[in-house]
């Protein structure tokens, strides 16, 4: 069939076809935007400016301590009160942040939106008489524990979690519960390099003497917990854990 012999009728079609089948840049401005979120773990990395003496608690716990805000009170954006972010709402739930000596960082409701400021602690209730105390125990041992994970050492008091995020996963693990609680036990097992004299043929089938390298075992560290708390840590030689053996102060809860 020639152009001339194609009927006139295709050509409404093929426009349409030409218009609305969209191009790979129409298709990128069609798509909706997606939501940005930001994951727990990335808010560490944020810009905000710490204030010297303040506990932060996002860096220490995996769970949001809830408050509640009874009374109006001005936020600001340092302790120093450099900058006014609003009057915080009264009669909500809110979020603690961070604490310092005289006041809390909350995140919470204000008439222009949601912000998170420094207000005094008199306008925050929910929490417990002994929260700051125990607080400040819990903010020891998290920064104990922490020198400890970065060295890759481990030390008596720590958690399972706490073991395995300072010397990864273990080779072997057991749990055993009875009437008198929970006991748990990890082992890792260290290996060297060993080398081996064979004889193998070349490729004309000829006897040669080879050296190839093996695996084997050459130390074991079994960690004891009881409750989620290293109480015994057996080690063989081969095995190095750091700088002896210490002890961390038990996990405290406190909200």
Same mark, same amino acid.
């Given at each position: 069939m020639n152009r001339s012999s194609l009927p006139w009728t295709c050509f409404p079609a093929l426009v349409l076809?030409?218009?609305?089948?969209?191009?790979?840049?129409?298709?990128?401005?069609?798509r909706r935007p997606g939501i940005v979120t930001i994951k727990r773990e990335d808010r560490s990395q944020s810009n905000l400016v710490k204030e010297d003496g303040a506990i932060y608690l996002e860096e220490m716990l995996s769970k949001e301590v809830p408050v509640r805000i009874s009374l109006a009170a001005p936020t600001y954006s340092t302790l120093n009160a450099d900058r006014f972010l609003g009057n915080m709402l009264p009669n909500q739930n809110a979020v603690l942040l961070a604490v310092s000596d005289k006041a809390y960082r909350v995140r919470g409701k204000a008439k222009q939106?949601?912000?998170?400021?420094?207000?005094?602690?008199?306008?925050?209730?929910?929490?417990?008489? &002994?929260? @700051? /105390?125990?607080?400040?125990?819990?903010?020891?041992?998290?920064?104990? =524990?922490?020198?400890?994970i970065e060295k890759n050492q481990v030390a008596l008091g720590m958690t399972v979690d706490e073991v395995m995020a300072s010397i990864g996963p273990p080779d072997k693990r057991g749990s055993k519960i009875t009437k008198d609680g929970r006991t748990d036990s990890l082992e890792y097992i260290s290996y060297k390099r060993v080398p081996q004299t064979v004889t193998v043929n070349d490729p004309y089938g000829r006897p040669v003497q080879t050296t190839q390298y093996v &695996?084997? @075992? /050459?130390?074991?560290?079994?960690?004891?917990?009881?409750?989620?708390? =290293?109480?015994?840590?057996?080690?063989?030689?081969?095995?190095?854990?750091?700088?002896?053996?210490?002890?961390?102060?038990?996990?405290v809860f406190f909200y």
């Open positions: 076809l030409f218009f609305f089948i969209p191009c790979e840049e129409a298709l990128s401005q069609l939106g949601q912000i998170a400021g420094w207000i005094t602690k008199g306008a925050v209730e929910g929490l417990a008489p &002994e929260f @700051e /105390s125990n607080l400040r125990k819990c903010y020891e041992r998290f920064m104990i =524990v922490k020198d400890l &695996e084997v @075992e /050459s130390g074991r560290v079994i960690i004891d917990f009881v409750d989620n708390t =290293v109480t015994s840590i057996e080690e063989t030689e081969g095995v190095d854990l750091g700088n002896g053996v210490g002890s961390v102060p038990p996990p």
